[in-house]
Nanobody
């Protein structure tokens, strides 16, 4: 069983940076960040593999967001830079025990464990 708890969300302005953290209990092979904006489907934005830290990003965040993990501290982090209004969403941490879940498609149905989410609001 894996338990996840996000933190670090808040209200910022366009161009600002924000760092999200996810505390992880339990073991997982693949970890990811998803987000869901009002009225939209939940989408995968970044995923990272436990053993080699290979990461994949959605085109919408590539070059601005960086996902990292600390296996010893059991944490997952999402550094978000150059935030845009369209980044406004609830952000979720997710985990799965299968390596196949860690790919550029970030299939939402593959992830078995989810946090409660943390809200990020970007305003002009």
């Amino acid at each position: 069983q894996v338990q996840l708890a996000e933190s670090g969300g808040g209200s910022v302005q366009v161009g600002d940076s924000l760092r999200l953290s996810c505390a992880v209990s339990g073991f997982s092979i693949c970890m990811a960040w998803f987000r869901q904006a009002p009225g939209k489907e939940r989408e995968g934005i970044a995923t990272i593999r436990r053993y080699d830290s290979r990461a994949y990003y959605a085109d919408s965040v590539k070059g601005r967001f960086t996902v990292s993990k600390d296996n010893a501290k059991k944490s997952l982090t999402l550094q978000m830079n150059s935030l845009k209004i369209e980044d406004t969403a609830m952000y979720f941490c997710a985990a799965d025990g299968r390596l196949s879940s860690c790919n550029g498609d970030m299939p939402i149905g593959d992830y078995d464990y989810w946090g409660q989410g943390t809200q990020v609001t970007v305003s002009s």
